[in-house]
């Protein structure tokens, strides 16, 4: 009887084996890894020992995982687009509105500078309330009445008399625009010797956010004197 060997391997050892192939392209040189399997052995029958051999997977080459969103990183994502998006509209909103307030504010100290300018080359007894601030703006023969308005009273210019005097008025049309003067007189021995005239106009804030806005001007129209 012929003697079966059951001896079983310990590790795995792997060889290569090179071989050649021909091409229309080329003669191209092919190796190709193979492992040895632990022996099988069928001792029913006494079969000798069998080995087998199979095609290792190069060491470089890896499966390709699908990667994806789980839906709470969804909503993570989604709500840190909209805070952005809702950063970006604030800001581009403020700088509107900023850029409105600075032009009105210009537009309202241009109108009272001319206004101011008009009273400064009135008579000094011409400057009381109630009197026309120039013989161009008096009311007569269907010209605009532009007067003094009563002291320390709010007055509306949104008129059609102020924005001819003054036609870039017209941006504040909806915005409730208000005229008043004050006048303090310097009395000195009975006798007024000056006036303090302080003028402001305040009228609506842009999107009706926040207090009025307001520009004033104030200076001094001293008494004539006809020799200095």
């Known amino acids: 009887m012929s003697e079966v060997r059951t001896e079983s391997f310990a590790r795995i050892d ?30 029913s029958e006494s079969q000798p020992v069998a080995i087998g051999f199979s095609q290792v997977r190069p060491s470089g080459s890896k499966l390709k995982s699908v990667a994806a969103f789980t839906l709470i990183e969804a909503i993570i994502s989604l709500g840190v687009m909209v805070l952005f ?9 403020i700088n509107q509105v900023s850029v409105r307030k600075a032009k009105e504010e210009a537009i309202a100290m241009d109108f009272l500078t001319k206004y101011v300018e008009t009273i400064k080359a009135l008579p000094f007894t011409s400057v009381v309330a109630g009197t026309p601030i120039n013989s161009l703006w008096n009311g ?6 532009i007067a003094i308005p009563a002291n320390s009273s709010w007055v509306s210019i949104n008129t059609a008399a102020y924005q001819t005097f003054y036609p870039d008025l017209f941006w ?8 008043q003067v004050t006048l303090t007189p310097n ?14 106009i305040s009228w609506d804030p842009p999107v009706s956010r926040g207090d009025r806005q307001q520009v004033q001007v104030d200076f001094f129209r001293t008494k004539d004197v006809p020799n200095l």
């Open 14 to 43: 792997k060889f290569g084996i090179s071989g050649h192939t021909c091409s229309p392209l080329g003669h191209l040189a092919r190796r190709i890894d193979y492992e040895i399997l632990p022996p099988t052995v069928d001792q």
């Open 140 to 145: 007569a023969d269907g010209a605009p009445l």
């Open 85 to 93: 998006v809702s950063a970006c509209m604030s800001a581009i909103v």
């Open 187 to 200: 009395v000195i021995g009975g006798v007024t010797h000056d006036i303090e005239i302080n003028v402001k």
């Open 172 to 179: 504040f049309q909806n915005r409730s625009p208000q005229l």
